[in-house]
T-cell receptor, first 112, second 115 residues
Framework: QKEVEQDPGPLSVPEGAIVSLNCTYSNSAFQYFMWYRQYSRKGPELLMYTYSSGNKEDGRFTAQVDKSSKYISLFIRDSQPSDSATYLCARNSQGGSEKLVFGKGTKLTVNP | ETGVTQSPTHLIKTRGQQVTLRCSSQSGHNTVSWYQQALGQGPQFIFQYYREEENGRGNFPPRFSGLQFPNYSSELNVNALELDDSALYLC??????????????FGEGSRLTVL
């Protein structure tokens, strides 16, 4: 079983839609969860991270972690064509190294 | 854009050859991590270097090796290339102190094709 499971999509939505991206993870020992965005032919960039359970909001983006169900979500409100990218969920590792475990990524297209 | 630069951007090799990929980390960052991203997959951790020492390794064979230099730039070397080594190789730098937030600054990657 992969440690972080993510539906690869692709997901296509009209401009202005609310987008929900989801991941599940298998090990409840880890505390930090991240969402990275990767544009085509670019490296990933950190969008948001959350610690333990709860919500974190940054503009049109909301990250949510539900530790009881081991579920990670990213919501994008008022989606824009510039949001078209692959979204990668990740968790950190015990021991404090920079070893992140990523999901496969979900490819999102926002159509104008 | 991050200050992490990688070279070369693209390269083609044949099975059995060796390759060296290079990375310059962002100014002020002393930790470099390397990831392999196969097509349609998320990045997979190869190893990390902190102050010129390997500091963590993923599930990759010994033919994947690396170096970090005093200026914190880094190299990834892969010997005896296999077809499955075809992937985007990503370098990420960080300050080491922000470990738990998972804030890595990635370069644009080196795309390796093995024929």
């Amino acid at each position: 079983q992969k440690e972080v499971e993510q539906d690869p999509g692709p997901l296509s939505v009209p401009e202005g839609a609310i987008v929900s991206l989801n991941c599940t993870y298998s090990n409840s020992a880890f505390q930090y969860f991240m969402w990275y965005r990767q544009y085509s032919r670019k490296g990933p960039e950190l969008l948001m991270y959350t610690y333990s359970s709860g919500n974190k909001e940054d503009g049109r983006f909301t990250a949510q972690v539900d530790k009881s169900s081991k579920y990670i979500s990213l919501f994008i409100r008022d989606s824009q064509p510039s949001d078209s990218a692959t979204y990668l969920c990740a968790r950190n590792s015990q021991g404090g190294s920079e070893k992140l475990v990523f999901g496969k990524g979900t490819k999102l297209t926002v159509n104008p | 854009e991050t200050g992490v630069t990688q070279s070369p951007t693209h390269l083609i090799k044949t099975r059995g050859q060796q390759v060296t990929l290079r990375c310059s980390s962002q100014s002020g960052h002393n930790t470099v991590s390397w990831y392999q991203q196969a097509l349609g997959q998320g990045p997979q951790f190869i190893f990390q270097y902190y102050r010129e020492e390997e500091n963590g390794r993923g599930n990759f064979p010994p033919r994947f090796s690396g170096l970090q230099f005093p200026n914190y730039s880094s190299e990834l070397n892969v010997n005896a290339l296999e077809l499955d080594d075809s992937a985007l190789y990503l370098c990420a730098s960080s300050t080491g102190g922000q470990v738990n937030t998972g804030e890595l600054f990635f370069g644009e990657g080196s795309r390796l094709t093995v024929l």
